[in-house]
């Protein structure tokens, strides 16, 4: 009974509003952020490299290169801090999890454009 009611409360906290997306995809990630009682919108454009978990907990990694510098972030898909997702391009990967792309520069960090 009781994972019965678990189970109907998370459903309703599961966000339905989210386009579909894989490791692989470039994606814009629009959070909200507030900073001393006032709230914003900002972009974080990168590389999705991983999803994991199910349900409420289900989380993703976004890569993006900053000056250079490799920056990762770990998002949960059904945050209400993400105000919207906008998927710029579907990559072909093989894999589930790219975190090899971490150790590739230039050329070789690039991913074919599934269209």
């Known amino acids: 009974m009781n994972t019965n009611l678990v189970n109907q409360i998370a459903s309703t906290q599961i966000r339905k509003d989210l386009p579909d997306f894989k ?44 000056s250079g510098v490799g920056v990762e972030r770990t998002f949960p898909v059904n945050s209400p801090s993400i105000a919207s997702i906008e998927v710029v391009k579907h990559g072909k990967v093989r ?14 960090a690039r991913l074919k454009e599934v269209l």
């Open 23 to 66: 490791a692989g995809d470039t994606i814009k990630l629009f959070i909200k952020i507030t900073e001393n009682g006032k709230s914003r919108i900002q972009l974080f454009q990168g590389l999705v490299i991983s999803r994991s978990g199910s349900g409420v907990g289900e989380t993703f990694i976004v890569r993006k290169m900053s």
């Open 95 to 108: 894999r589930h999890k790219i975190f090899y792309i971490r150790n590739r520069s230039g050329k070789s």
